[in-house]
């Protein structure tokens, strides 16, 4: 029996359109495999109604699409409880309220309740042949995937002048995809053999920059670029080495694809 592949997309932040042009995009260029949205699937962006429909629509097509747990989820499970269900926003901080009532509008408010709740049953997604994982931030190097408390695993993230944890990891727990710190483009980290071990794919779509999507055994991107307003430099937004680390950086997977 053929083993399926698994796509992961980093972050979406409510970048509905976004997220609807890379689903379009996977029916040819991973059109069998399973997708894996690596979390924080509504806050921040314009269209959280738009995130919600294009994976109604494609589960509703035979589509399997799992959900890691990221950190903006229970914020996000919070604000649509304190509105109820006429979506009062005024005791909500401006960009939650601005969710809510674009769900309110689009009489999603259920539909996002139930989304959240399944993507916060799951802290992670992974395989084998290779051993992989799917996990929103990252892990403690120190301790591993097994013993990283949640909390870490949903926020792990560099401070201002400090490297990020994935220069420090083993390689122990093998392949980790995370999203979580947006960077300007999907950083591979690679053993002396090529084979990845850490791939961080978050490239801040909610910020103007790309949605990028992961497909694990084929070891290659696919990158959407971002309709929304540029807020950073994107060109300096990048992971800091620790001197002695013993991974190979490679900027992107084997195959990328860009769409403009």
Not at 52 to 70: K, L
Not at 87 to 93: E, I, N
Not at 162 to 177: A, H, K, N, P, T
């Amino acid at each position: 029996m053929k083993m399926l592949d698994t796509v992961v997309i980093g972050d979406v932040h409510g970048c509905g359109e976004e997220l609807g042009r890379m689903f379009a995009r996977l029916r040819t260029w991973a059109r069998d495999c399973q997708i894996v949205l690596i979390g924080d699937l509504l806050t921040k962006g314009p269209r959280p109604d738009l995130v919600i429909e294009h994976i109604h629509a494609e589960r509703d097509a035979g589509r399997r699409i799992r959900f890691v747990c990221g950190n903006h989820e229970q914020r996000a499970l919070a604000a649509l409880r304190r509105a109820g269900p006429d979506g009062d926003t005024t005791r909500l901080p401006p960009k939650l309220a601005a969710m809510v009532e674009c769900l309110a509008e689009a009489d999603m408010i259920e539909d996002a309740i139930v989304l959240m709740r399944e993507a916060m049953s799951c802290m992670r997604v992974g395989g084998r042949n290779p051993r992989w994982s799917a996990i929103h931030a990252g892990v403690d190097p120190d301790l591993g995937l097994a013993a990283t408390p949640r909390s870490v695993m949903m926020s792990i993230k560099a401070a201002p002048n400090e490297s990020d944890w994935w220069w420090r990891y083993s390689g122990q727990d093998g392949l980790l995809i995370v999203g979580h710190k947006p960077l300007s483009r999907p950083l591979i980290l690679r053993r002396e053999d090529g084979r990845p071990v850490v791939a961080a794919i978050d490239t801040g779509c909610v910020y103007g920059g790309y949605l990028t999507a992961y497909k694990v055994h084929a070891d290659k991107t696919l990158m959407i670029r971002s309709r929304q307003r540029r807020q950073y430099n994107f060109q300096r937004r990048v992971s800091r080495r620790e001197p002695g680390s013993a991974w190979r950086v490679a900027a992107a997977a084997r195959g990328r694809t860009l769409v403009r």
